[in-house]
Every structure is written in C-alpha cells, then in structure tokens.
C-alpha cells in the first residue's frame, strides 16, 4: 500500500485558513488553497468529522448517499494533515499552521514542560479526564506563539464571526482558544445546529461562520467509517444542512472534514516486550506512534516479528517527507519521536493506560485515523455558492 502525503501546499485543510482570510481581503503569510473562490459576504467552513472522501464515495455506491444531493455542490478532493487526528487538525483549521509549526503532534503529545504525555483535547494525562492544571490554565504557553486564530484576524476588520460548537466541548480551553474572536454558539443535536447556522445566515449580510458536527467520527470508530450506521448518518446531515441553507443568498459554503478514517481489524496493545525498549509509551494517535527507543535495532527486530504491517520512519525519515510540513518548530523537537510507526494495513497500536476493561471500548474501535493512508488523508472538499 502506498501513502499519501499531506499536501501542504495548497491542497490541504491548513490551506482553508488563508483562503478565508483572502476573501475578507486580509492578508496572510498562510498559503490558502489552490482553488479560489468568488469573494462573497457571507462565509461558511461546516466540518464533518470524519467524512472523508472515501467514506463519501462509499455511501453514493451502497446508495445510502444520493448522488444528486453532492451535485449541489462542486465537488473538489483535498489531503488532511499529519498525523491525520483531531487535536492535529482543528489548530491547522483555525490558524493555518501545520502540525510541526503549531507544536501539537497528536491526539497525544508529549510536552516535556510538564514532563508528562498529554491528551491534547482534554488536556488531561491519557488515563484520565481531569486536565493538568498548568496546560488547562494557559493552553496557549504550550503551543506557537505564531497561532493566531482566525477570528482574531477577521476581528481587525470588524468582521462578525460565529461558531457553533457541540454542547459537551463548547467551554473547553482547546475551543476557546480555537473560537477566540468569534462569537460560540452551543447546540444540543444537529437539528438545532443547523437551525442556529440558518438563523445567523438570515440576520448578517457580512458574517462568517463556522459549524463542527462530530457524529460521522463517533459512528466510524464504533461501527466503521462504511458501515451501514455512518454512512445512513452522513446522508442526514447532508440532507439537513442543503434543507437550512434554502434561500440564503451570497454565500460561499465549504464542507469538509478533518480527516477520514479507515477499517480497524486488529489492535495491537503495546506489551511488555516492546515497552521494555521504549524510554515511554508511546504517543500520537493509534495509527501514527511516535517513540522514544532505547535501542532501534531491537524495535525494528520487534515490528518485523510482531507487526510486519507497520512502516517505521526514522525521526531524519519522516522530517525529510514533510510529513509534519515543511518547517518544524525547534522549540517542538522534543515532542518528536525516534521512530514513527506508521502501519501499511487496517491495523491500530494502542497503549492502554486503563488496562483492557478501562480501554474496551477504544480497543474494540471498529474504525481508527492518524495516518496516511488515502482512507485517512482525503477529504471531500465541497463547494456550496448561492
């Protein structure tokens, strides 16, 4: 199997940031994307977690995706970022950065300043759901300094922005510093989401707005990204969203996603064996590991017997293909890895820091991402103008 590589330059979510500044006429040192756009007033980035091209292209063949439902839109295909995961992905999305220039590496990241590997979305240790006080308070001390968030650029113009955001991460420090600028509006389900993105579209001539839904990516871990459950799910939330935009005009809608995912059929739990060759468990996502060895030939001797279907990178390797993107941060070079596990097959590598019974749910996932195959990478680029 062949990977795809991010397509850092002009063809990748992180390149959507400088396409919405470029059409409020502010300028950006960000690349926007490849593909321009009519200017119009009002602006719209609805993501879809999870909704990857593939899984787009698997519901319009089983059927559960009318093909004429996407014939409303034009319809162009993008790359996400690496690793292709959610904590990656939302500061690509909000300031432009790549993953090496914003520092976040992973679902998890090791951050030496706390001397601890963190859940970069909760800001809490792995094991647990209370955050660690020090990154909780001041998220953005452990980040780029150069992240500056998109509705902070579009605040210099007096550009009215709004961000509808799930209930449950509505107040979290990552979505406040994601959304900072813009005012957050929270909602329940996705029938009120879309009702509150159709009612500011009514009530602003000049807005920009921006809606995350996260139900394809809760559905593709539990059932699997083409499954019967995700793709009937991903049909509604199309339907839905064309139903709120009726009548709406001079507007300029893009619908992606942050990353697709692909087939799990096997987890592998990090064991002893390994464990005793790693300076930690290792971090990233569970199709994208970073590790920190003690001895590289004993890791590759231990993949090579036990997970043939794993590509490992040198930390040179992998800076070398960009995956990151083109620059990686110094300050951040302590949160790389030694080696980067990257597997070729629909397989996962798991640390289990609850045990099997704390972990069953994630370790029985029936879909994962993270990594770089075209599953994960591509994501549908849909483009709605009225």
């Excluded at 330059?9 to 040192?29: A, Q, R, V």
């Excluded at 500061?91 to 950065?97: C, D, E, M, Q, R």
């Excluded at 590997?117 to 660690?132: G, T």
């Excluded at 036990?306 to 960009?322: A, Q, S, V």
Aim: negative net charge.
């Amino acid at each position: 199997m062949n990977f795809l590589k991010p397509d850092y330059n002009g063809g990748s979510i992180s390149n959507i940031y400088g396409s919405i500044l470029k059409n409020f006429d502010l300028n950006s040192e960000r690349k926007p994307l490849r593909k321009s756009f009519e200017k119009s007033q009002k602006f719209v980035l609805v993501i879809f977690d999870a909704f990857g091209e593939k899984t787009l292209e698997k519901g319009i063949e089983k059927g559960f995706i009318d093909k004429q439902l996407i014939e409303n839109f034009e319809h162009e295909t993008i790359t996400s970022i690496f690793p292709s995961t959610t904590a990656c992905a939302m500061l690509s999305f909000y300031t432009g950065l790549t993953p090496g220039e914003h520092g976040v590496m992973g679902f998890t990241t090791y951050v030496k300043e706390l001397g601890t590997i963190v859940n970069m979305l909760n800001l809490s240790h792995p094991s647990q759901e209370v955050p660690l006080p020090l990154i909780y308070q001041n998220f953005t001390k452990y980040i780029s300094e150069k992240a500056v968030p998109i509705g902070d650029r579009l605040a210099e113009k007096g550009i009215k922005g709004y961000s509808v955001i799930p209930a449950n991460i509505y107040d979290t420090p990552t979505n406040q510093f994601y959304h900072r600028g813009l005012e957050r509006i929270k909602y329940y389900y996705s029938w009120d989401a879309f009702q509150a993105m159709r009612k500011i579209l009514q009530e602003n001539e000049s807005v920009f707005l921006n809606l995350y839904i996260p139900t394809v990516d809760t559905l593709s871990h539990h059932y699997g990204p083409f499954s019967p459950e995700t793709l009937s799910s991903a049909s509604d939330l199309l339907k839905m969203l064309l139903k709120s935009l009726e009548g709406i005009k001079g507007l300029t809608l893009l619908l992606t996603a942050d990353h697709g995912q692909t087939d799990n059929l096997v987890s592998h739990v990090v064991d002893d064996s390994l464990m005793e060759m790693l300076e930690m468990p290792p971090w990233g996502d569970s199709r994208a590991a970073f590790m920190k060895v003690k001895n590289e030939e004993k890791v590759r001797e231990y993949f090579e017997k036990n997970l043939k279907g794993f590509e490992l990178f040198t930390r040179e390797e992998y800076l070398k293909e960009e995956l990151l993107g083109e620059y990686v941060d110094p300050r951040f070079q302590d949160r790389l890895g030694d080696i980067l596990a990257v597997p070729k097959v629909p397989e996962s590598l798991i640390y289990s820091y609850r045990g099997p019974e704390g972990d069953k749910d994630y370790i029985a996932f029936k879909g994962h991402h993270g990594g770089l195959t075209e599953e994960e990478q591509l994501v549908p680029l849909l483009i709605y103008r009225s």
